[in-house]
């Protein structure tokens, strides 16, 4: 059995109440870690908090945030310190799709896409990297997608943001590497999420799976769980060489290694 070292950890995830981000805090929890997650709808998250805590046994704290919002995020960084006792490892999963014509898109949505996927990213490595720094290193995983390297037509704002999101990966690895702080991000293709639950729009969710793997050299969509496994990999003490690298969680899908 690998063992990942994630005992006793402290781990902030967020956009943790359903999806990949929910995965992801039932992994963590699962290895024996301390899980704080955020999420901006309460009833959504608190019940997430209390099925992981079942499944898993596990401490999770649960806390709502919306992560364009500096004070929810101060809030959130501050009461995981005040429970835990500091920051570990944090994972940046929030974020919506937003993708659309280049001329169909106006200001306000590429200033909301930034804000929760670039600014809500930057905010929350801002307060935890000091917070890792005292605790001698932490890991960071930014959740993007592949559009990030490779974006493809009408696909702004989210290829833009999460190409930002890429830089900001390698820009905080370089940085922080002599502190023992790891960062990666995750590019993600096709992936099993409550997002596409919602594009769904309460039909056949398996049919919608199955058109939407025909794009897939693998010949299916990722599953969640197999996301918060590579995740929890990056997270631990095994990947300690392992920074600055952009992982594609696509099925081959991409066109940019």
């Given at each position: 059995?690998?063992?990942?070292?994630?005992s006793?950890?402290?781990a902030?995830?967020?956009?943790g109440?359903e999806?990949l981000?929910r995965?992801t805090a039932e992994r963590?929890?699962r290895?024996?870690?301390?899980?704080a997650?955020?999420?901006r709808?309460k009833?959504?998250?608190e019940?997430?908090a209390g099925?992981?805590?079942?499944?898993t046994?596990?401490e999770v704290?649960?806390?709502?945030?919306?992560?364009?919002?500096?004070a929810?995020?101060q809030?959130f960084?501050d009461?995981?310190?005040?429970r835990?006792?500091g920051v570990?490892?944090l994972?940046?999963n929030?974020?919506t799709?937003?993708?659309g014509a280049?001329e169909?898109?106006?200001?306000?949505?590429?200033l909301t896409?930034?804000?929760v996927?670039?600014?809500?990213?930057?905010r929350?490595?801002?307060?935890?990297?000091?917070?890792?720094?005292?605790?001698g290193?932490?890991?960071?995983v930014?959740?993007?997608?592949?559009g990030g390297?490779a974006?493809?037509?009408r696909?702004l704002?989210?290829s833009?943001?999460r190409?930002?999101?890429?830089?900001l990966?390698k820009?905080?690895a370089h940085?922080y590497?002599?502190?023992g702080?790891?960062v990666?991000?995750?590019?993600?293709?096709?992936?099993?999420?409550a997002?596409w639950e919602?594009?769904a729009?309460g039909?056949?969710?398996d049919a919608?799976y199955?058109?939407?793997?025909k794009?897939v050299?693998?010949?299916?969509?990722?599953?969640?769980?197999?996301?918060?496994?590579?995740?929890?990999f990056?997270?631990?003490?095994?990947a300690g060489?392992?920074?600055?690298?952009a992982?594609?969680f696509?099925?081959?899908?991409?066109?940019?290694?």
């Amino acid at each position: 059995m690998l063992d990942l070292g994630l005992s006793g950890k402290v781990a902030i995830v967020t956009g943790g109440s359903e999806g990949l981000g929910r995965a992801t805090a039932e992994r963590f929890a699962r290895e024996g870690a301390r899980v704080a997650i955020c999420a901006r709808r309460k009833d959504v998250l608190e019940r997430a908090a209390g099925d992981i805590r079942g499944r898993t046994g596990g401490e999770v704290l649960a806390q709502p945030a919306d992560v364009t919002r500096p004070a929810d995020v101060q809030a959130f960084v501050d009461a995981t310190v005040a429970r835990f006792g500091g920051v570990d490892i944090l994972v940046n999963n929030a974020g919506t799709s937003s993708a659309g014509a280049f001329e169909t898109v106006d200001d306000q949505t590429w200033l909301t896409d930034l804000e929760v996927k670039l600014m809500g990213a930057i905010r929350f490595c801002r307060l935890v990297i000091p917070l890792m720094k005292a605790r001698g290193g932490g890991r960071i995983v930014n959740v993007t997608t592949v559009g990030g390297k490779a974006p493809v037509a009408r696909s702004l704002p989210t290829s833009v943001s999460r190409a930002a999101g890429i830089n900001l990966t390698k820009s905080l690895a370089h940085e922080y590497a002599a502190q023992g702080i790891c960062v990666n991000t995750v590019c993600l293709g096709l992936v099993k999420s409550a997002q596409w639950e919602r594009r769904a729009k309460g039909g056949d969710l398996d049919a919608y799976y199955r058109e939407a793997a025909k794009r897939v050299p693998v010949g299916r969509v990722g599953e969640a769980d197999e996301f918060a496994d590579l995740v929890a990999f990056l997270v631990s003490a095994r990947a300690g060489y392992i920074t600055g690298t952009a992982i594609n969680f696509d099925g081959g899908m991409s066109a940019a290694i």
